[in-house]
């Protein structure tokens, strides 16, 4: 008992340690507007008054937080305003741990000066991250102004997201009026905080949603309720934009259940499947700092092709349709075995002629098995040019199988085993009534040869 009560221990450690190692580290940069605006008064005191007080605390309480660094880069803080330079942005203190001291020196003897240069600031703060991989890097943006230079925030915010450098930066607008919204929304989460105690409280709010890490899990639902299906891609992207944001593989961890990624919850996300077909759901909203369950119908078995010994078929594949809209889901390779969504489907084998199933039933985990006799052949032995197709009959009518384009020569042509008529005429023959028919018979495994004179 002691042995296995040690090898317990064990792989407790090590279910531990994987969802330790699940946790990313977090990088959060601060860009503090240190422009001549934030001069203005904000209740009692002035922007910059209230921005010192309320940063120094925050960066005060986040010396002991696991797993997080932090930086700051100042705007506007160099040169007069009358210059206008809009270069005038530098990375004050560099990610380090116990770096707190640094930040809240800088923050202190901190002097407004110059203009508002947010495109720019962001630009180059994309510089500032370490490259780490595994590692969410967050921008906090501070500033009391829009930007008074040529770039353009939204794009470069757009771009630093595109390329994974940062996740959405949040916005603190100080002092600003709701009609600024719309235009720093586009840059990141936007917070407005008119007073000292909305600073304070928003501040609060950004750096939990920053640091408290937004997880969940997707459960794909089998015909039981159960979320056992997994093994799966999903795509996650904005439902506004319809920007492509995530790709995942759907895992199932060392105890059965879905695995944890952790999601933007600034998001709302359109969550697509990669099943055959597709299950898809629109307009998902997670709640922050929190761990959130997606759930999706996906029950699945399995549809299995085989054809019976050796196929003549240079790549025998058949379409998979469904019934109701008459879309083709798939093309499916034969002696392959794929998972469907459970239900059933239109199947058309593209044998010659084609084999269609109308109606074909995946069930849950079961595996659905449609086997094709082996083909024969056809050989057409020929000196002379033909005009010449061939036919079968089929419920009752004549049925054209395939045309033919014979030169002098002998051909060969991969046909199911049945009943067929070789109809032609030679083509330097005018004459309509010199068209031949000739029936033949194709066996499984087998060549049948047609000498043509």
Known sequence: MAKYKHIWTILLLLVAANAYAQQPKTRILFVLDGSGSMYAKMGTDNRITVAKRLLTRMVDSLQYQDELELALRVYGHQSQKTERNCKDTKLEVPFSRGNHQAIKDNIRDLRPKGTTLIAYSLQEAAYDFPKTPGVRNIIILITDGLEECDGDPCAVSLALQKQGVVLRPFVIGLGLSADFKTQFECVGRYFEAETEQDFKEVLNVVISQAINNTSAQINLLDSYGKPTETDVNMTFTDSKTGKLLNNYIHTLNYRGNPDTIYLDPSYLYDVKVHTIPARIKKNVALTAGKHNTIALDAPQGYLNLKIEGVTNYANLQALI?????NEILNVH???????????????EILTLPRITQESVTIAQNKITTLQVQQP?????????NFEIGIYRKHK?????VKNLSLVPNSTITVLQPGDYFLIYRATNTKETLSTKNTPFTIKSGEIKHINLK
């Open 321 to 325: 349709i469904d019934k109701n809209s």
């Open 333 to 347: 390779d034969f002696n392959d075995q794929q998972k469907y969504i459970t239900g059933d489907y239109k199947i």
């Open 376 to 384: 024969g052949k056809l050989n057409i032995v020929t000196r002379n």
């Open 396 to 400: 009752g009518e004549m049925e054209l």
